[in-house]
């Protein structure tokens, strides 16, 4: 039986694309989708990431992205099912041990929660772009300034048609022409949830 990524890869090969291409076309980075491919889950930090890439990738192939989101929580299911060998009697379990192990497994429970809150609240949010330099927006008989900013390292940057590229921590830099007296920066930003920001900064050029 074929597994998502094994249909995922299926459909992209009959189709004579290479995975550098899709990553041209859906703006998700290759190394997710070979990972997606290859059904390796762990490389992922979340189970929500990895539904939106199969969503994405889906879609671009002209696969049933229903179909495909459901193959895949057969699978994932699968690996978070978790066993017990044996069970504990509550003969040895006296009432101080019962109390502590409901607090620590409602620790447990709470911490979880937060943590696919914060995961949901990263998927459905559009990536943040921050402005680091420059500090001023007015400069005087300068022909270009240095922009530096930060945004989420797996975000993909565009200006004019350019890809800009961010190193780890999610900064980039590039030389921004002055040409004339109000020049318009606008960076388009997509996150790797397919998520959108326009960033907009005017720069002022004086005699």
């Known amino acids: 039986m074929l597994s ?3 249909i995922l ?21 290759e190394r997710f989708l070979k990972a997606i491919e290859e059904n390796d ?7 929500i990431y990895i539904k939106g890439i199969i969503k ?17 929580r057969r699978e994932y299911e699968k690996k978070e ?10 003969s040895f379990l006296i009432s101080d041990s019962k109390k502590y192990i409901t607090i620590f497994l ?17 998927y459905i949010s559009p990536p943040e772009v921050v402005l680091i330099s420059p500090t001023v ?11 530096i900013g930060k945004t989420e390292k797996e975000s993909t940057i565009t200006l004019f048609g350019e890809r800009i590229y961010q190193n780890k921590e999610g900064v980039f830099e590039f030389d921004f022409p002055l040409s004339t007296k109000r020049n ?20 002022i050029k004086t005699e």
């Open 56 to 72: 994405n990738y889906s879609r671009f192939l002209d696969l049933d992205e229903d179909k495909m989101l459901a193959f895949f």
């Open 9 to 29: 890869q299926k459909q992209r090969i009959n189709k004579g694309l290479t995975l550098h291409q899709i990553e041209k076309y859906t703006r998700i980075r």
């Open 4 to 6: 998502v990524g094994g």
């Open 137 to 147: 927006s007015i400069f005087k008989r300068t022909d270009k300034i240095r922009i």
């Open 106 to 122: 409602i620790g447990i429970f709470v911490f979880f929660i937060a943590y696919f809150a914060l995961q949901l609240k990263l």
């Open 184 to 203: 318009e920066l606008i960076l388009e930003v997509v996150g790797a949830n397919g998520k959108k920001t326009i960033f907009k900064k005017e720069f």
């Open 41 to 47: 889950w762990n490389f992922f930090t979340s189970k």
């Open 81 to 90: 099912v978790i066993k017990f060998k044996r069970k504990v009697s509550s």
